[in-house]
C-alpha cells in the first residue's frame, strides 16, 4: 500500500485558498478540506463551497452530518467538483457540531454511523472514509475502537484516519480537546496490526519528519494539522525528507507563484486578507519572519487591502531581502 501524507481538514483553516497556497510547496501532499456540513451543500452556494482551482495534489472534501440521505445528497452534489474522496467527520467535539449530531458524538450511535457511510457509499463513485478518534468519554478500550472501525468498515468505508487520543465531549472546551487528553499512539498501531490490509492513517501532534518517519514504519499514512499550518513550509521539508523530492521552491518562490492566483481571485471578488491570512506562517522561525507578520497584520488582514500591497512587500522581499530567504 502507497504510504500517505496529508494535510489535517481545519475549520476556518484548510479553505480553497490555503489549498492552493500548500499546493505551491508540495506537489505530493494529499489536502483536506475543512468541514462542510452536508446540508450547507445542499442549500447554499454549492460553487462557493465547493469549486477550487484545480492542482496535481489529490483533493479530499470533508463532510460534516449524521442524516443519511442529506449526507449522501451532498455527496451526489460534490462528486463533479475535482475531489479525490469524500471523508466523514467523526472526530469533532464542539458543542455546536454535538447539538446539531456531527463529529466525534457519533461514536456512541455506530448503526447511524454506519447506515451515513452506507448511503453516501451508494450515492458516489468516490471513495467514502472516515476521520475519528480513538475514544470518546469514559470510553477508551481497544475492543470499542475496533468494533467501530469494524462497523464502519462494513458500511463502506475505505479509509480510517485516526486522532490518536480520546474526545470528552462534556468536560473541555474544543482546543482543550487538541491537546488536553494524552496522544496514545499505540491504539492506531494496535489497529493496523489488526486491520493489516485496511488503509490506517495516524493523526495528532506529529512536528517533525522523524516523527513521521517512524510512525511510517507502523501504519500507511500520516495525517497533519497545525505543525503545517502555523509553519506552511514544514512542507518543504516534507518534500525533501519524505518524498525525496529535489525541486523545492523557496518561500520567495512560493509567494511569487502565489500572486496570479491572487490576482485572478481579487478580480472575482475575494478579498485579498482571505488569501493572504494563510501566509502568515511561511517564514516561520527565519530570520525576520516577525517583519513578515507585522507587515501582513497592518497592511493585509484587514478588508481593503489590495494586490499593490502585496507587490509592495514582495519588492521589499526581493530587494532588502528583510527577511532571512535561506531554506
Ligand atoms: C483550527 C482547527 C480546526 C479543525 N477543524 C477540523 C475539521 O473541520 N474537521 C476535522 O475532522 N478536524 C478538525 N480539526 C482537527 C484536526 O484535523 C486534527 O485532527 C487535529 O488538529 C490534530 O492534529 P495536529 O496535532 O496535527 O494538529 C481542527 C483542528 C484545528 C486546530
Known amino acids: 500500500m502507497k504510504k500517505t501524507i496529508s494535510v489535517a481538514p481545519m475549520m476556518d483553516c484548510t479553505d480553497k485558498h490555503e489549498i492552493f497556497f500548500l499546493s505551491l510547496i508540495s506537489k505530493n501532499v494529499k489536502l483536506y478540506t475543512e468541514m462542510i456540513v452536508a446540508n450547507a451543500i445542499i442549500r447554499g452556494n454549492r460553487d462557493k463551497l465547493l ?20 449526507l449522501a445528497e451532498a455527496c451526489k452534489i460534490s462528486e463533479n467538483y475535482g475531489y479525490q474522496e469524500i471523508n466523514l467527520n467523526l472526530g469533532c467535539p464542539s458543542k455546536k457540531v454535538q447539538k446539531n449530531k ?17 448511503a453516501m457509499t451508494k450515492a458516489t463513485h468516490l471513495p467514502i472514509t472516515i476521520k475519528t478518534r480513538i475514544g470518546y468519554n469514559d ?34 472546551s474544543p482546543k482543550e480537546n487538541l491537546n488536553i487528553p494524552p496522544l496514545k499512539y499505540d491504539f492506531v498501531y494496535k489497529l493496523k496490526d489488526w486491520f493489516k490490509n485496511d488503509e490506517i492513517i495516524i493523526n495528532g501532534g506529529v512536528k517533525t519528519t522523524n516523527e513521521i518517519k517512524n510512525h511510517l514504519e507502523r501504519v500507511d499514512g500520516v495525517m497533519i494539522g497545525r505543525a503545517i499550518y502555523h509553519s506552511p513550509y514544514f512542507l518543504a521539508e516534507i518534500e525533501k525528507e519524505i518524498f525525496k523530492n529535489k525541486n523545492i521552491p523557496t518561500r520567495t518562490e512560493v509567494m511569487e507563484k502565489l500572486i496570479p492566483y491572487i490576482q485572478e481571485q481579487t478580480e472575482k471578488g475575494t478579498q485579498l486578507n482571505h488569501i493572504m491570512r494563510h501566509t502568515v506562517g511561511l517564514f516561520h522561525g527565519q530570520n525576520g519572519s516577525k517583519i513578515w507578520k507585522q507587515y501582513l497584520s497592518k497592511n ?17 522581499v526581493r530587494k532588502t531581502n528583510p527577511v532571512s530567504l535561506e531554506r
Open 300 to 316: 493585509m488582514c484587514i478588508r481593503d487591502a489590495d494586490l499593490q500591497k502585496v507587490n509592495h512587500l514582495m519588492d521589499q
Open 51 to 70: 469549486s477550487f482551482k484545480k492542482i496535481s495534489n489529490p483533493v479530499a472534501l470533508q463532510l460534516g452530518g449524521s442524516n443519511p440521505s442529506e
Open 102 to 118: 456531527f463529529g466525534a458524538c457519533l461514536m456512541s450511535e455506530p448503526d447511524l454511523v454506519a447506515k451515513c457511510i452506507s
Open 139 to 172: 470510553v477508551e478500550n481497544f475492543n470499542f475502537l475496533k468494533s467501530f472501525i469494524q462497523t464502519t468498515k462494513d458500511a463502506g468505508s475505505k479509509k480510517f484516519i485516526i486522532h490518536a487520543r480520546k474526545a470528552l465531549l462534556k468536560k473541555l
